[in-house]
Every structure is written in C-alpha cells, then in structure tokens.
C-alpha cells in the first residue's frame, strides 16, 4: 500500500503475480495507473520465508528500502512484533506436474513437492570469486533465518557506469550490496556466507514465488536464473489449471500486533547490483 507524506493512503496492490510490471533489475509492482513500488522482493521473501501470508505492507516512496541488501533487516522488524495465527485454515497452491521454461542458458521448473516448498538454486559465473554455486533448501521459517535471509545483493564493479547512465543502481554502497571487482569483494568485512552469490538467488526466488497468490507446496529449481525467470515460471503455472491446485493446511498467519518500523538511512552511491 503506498500512504502519502501526511499519512493518507494512495493506492493499494494485492501482491499478487499480475502486480507485476517489470522483472528487469528487481520486481516492480503497479497497475494500469503505473508502478506503485519497485524491489518488492525483499521484502516478500522475509514475510514468504517466515511463514507469514496475512499482512498488509505501508510504503510512502516508489521502491522497498534497501537496508543491507538483505531481508535480514525486514525479519527482524516482524520478530519485533510477533506473529499470530488466525483462526482460518492456511489455502496452499499445491503444484500436480511439473512446469518448466526456459530463457536462453538459463532455466526454471518446478515441480510437486507434497512435503513443503524447497528451492534448488544454481548459478555460474566466469569470475574466480565465483564460479559455479548451488544450493538446496527446505523452507522453514528457521532455515530461512539461518540460510538464506542474510545473504545480499551482489553486483561487478564493471557495471555501474551503464547502470547509472540508465539510472538505476543510484543508491548502491558497500553498505547494502555485496561488490565484487575482477579479482576480489570490495566489502571490509567480506562475505557473509562462501556461496552468498547463490544465497542471495534463492532469497530472490522466495520473493518472487511468494506472489503466486499463496504458500507453495512444490520444488522450485532454477538455473542462471533472476526474476525475470522466477516471474515467467510462476506464470507458466498459474496459466495451467491442470499443473496446480488449492489445498487446506494449517492456520493463517499475521504479524501479531501494530507496525514493524523500519529505519531507513541514506547512502552513496558506489557500484551497480547484479544484473539478473
């Protein structure tokens, strides 16, 4: 929901995949009047990765704020207020067959999966830091905490002088992105995790999937993927009323009381965000 600088609300957008207006640099949401809000994902994926499907998101700019680059920042507002559980049953999109697309070298299927919602993630890169990652995860509210909320944005140092002459990217530091130049990460402190890059991928694909109108049972994986991809399988399967359908679980869930408060602060510029 985007609220005004005096408080008032503007518009309101279901977070839901036809929302969505651009899968470029980030996930865009809007409607026919335009976009409401840009770098949705982050903020998705914390809600998506804690189990919560029932809140209602305030925003007074035209993009989610960064913070680290992470969701870490946005799961620790949520455990600051709590989450309760609604006395309705959960409704789960439980994926029949599996649905595949394909973009060039890169792809993403997924699949049934009558145990939960996992992501097996795998990207490749031509730069010695690196390489060749993969990851495999079970989403659980803690192993999201644990594995995948902290990993960051990445991005090459190589990049930002287009991204800035396209204007994007403007806001980018060593403070919300992970940098890395041709031979080393331009981070003092490092990285976080050693396969962040695919980390980060996955925390992508939580928020982008958690659009898909509810909980996901099925195994999502992905290839060189970005939201661009994420977006298209989500729509492959969606348009196929045979590959997917609602079933009851357990009970809903909702941050538990009031507002979490995020703090914002600004930053300069200093590089340009992963591309895909």
């Known amino acids: ?16 995949m036809a929302a969505v207006t651009a899968t470029e640099f980030a996930t865009v949401l809007g409607d026919e ?14 809600l998506s990765g804690l189990g919560v499907d029932n809140a209602v998101v305030e925003i007074d700019g035209p993009e989610a704020p960064i913070m680290d680059g992470s969701a870490a920042p ?12 609604l006395d309705q049953p959960r409704r789960h999109i439980r994926v029949l067959k599996p649905v595949l697309v394909s973009m ?4 993403g299927e997924i699949a049934p999966n009558p145990r939960g919602f996992r992501i097996e993630a795998e990207v490749h890169y031509d730069h010695p830091l690196i390489g060749h990652q993969a990851l495999a995860v079970d989403l659980k509210p803690d192993s999201f905490r644990r594995e995948i ?4 944005t ?7 002088t287009s991204l800035w002459n396209a204007g994007y ?13 041709d031979n080393r990460i331009l981070n003092p402190e490092g990285m976080r995790f050693p396969d962040e890059f695919v980390r980060h991928k996955v925390l992508d694909a939580v928020g982008d999937l958690a659009l898909a109108g509810g909980p996901l049972m099925g195994t999502y994986r992905s290839v060189r993927g970005g939201h661009k991809l994420n977006h298209a399988v989500l729509c492959a399967l969606m348009s ?20 979490a408060e995020v703090a914002v602060g600004r930053v300069a510029p200093a590089f340009g965000p992963d591309l895909s």
Request: glycine residues 8%; negative net charge.
């Open 154 to 160: 990445f991005g090459f140092m190589r990049d930002v």
């Open 240 to 259: 196929d009323a045979s590959a997917w359908t609602w079933v009851e679980g357990d009970a809903l869930r909702a941050p538990a009381r009031g507002h």
């Open 104 to 107: 060039g070298d890169a792809y």
């Open 1 to 16: 929901m985007r609220t005004r600088a005096d408080g008032r609300h503007d518009r309101e957008i279901p977070a839901d």
């Open 74 to 85: 946005f799961v620790a507002a949520i455990d600051s207020v709590g989450i309760a559980t």
């Open 33 to 46: 009047s335009g976009p409401l809000v840009s770098t949705a994902e982050h903020v998705l994926a914390a």
């Open 149 to 152: 909320a902290r990993a960051r």
């Open 169 to 181: 990217a403007l806001g980018a530091s060593l403070e919300n992105t992970l940098v890395v130049t």
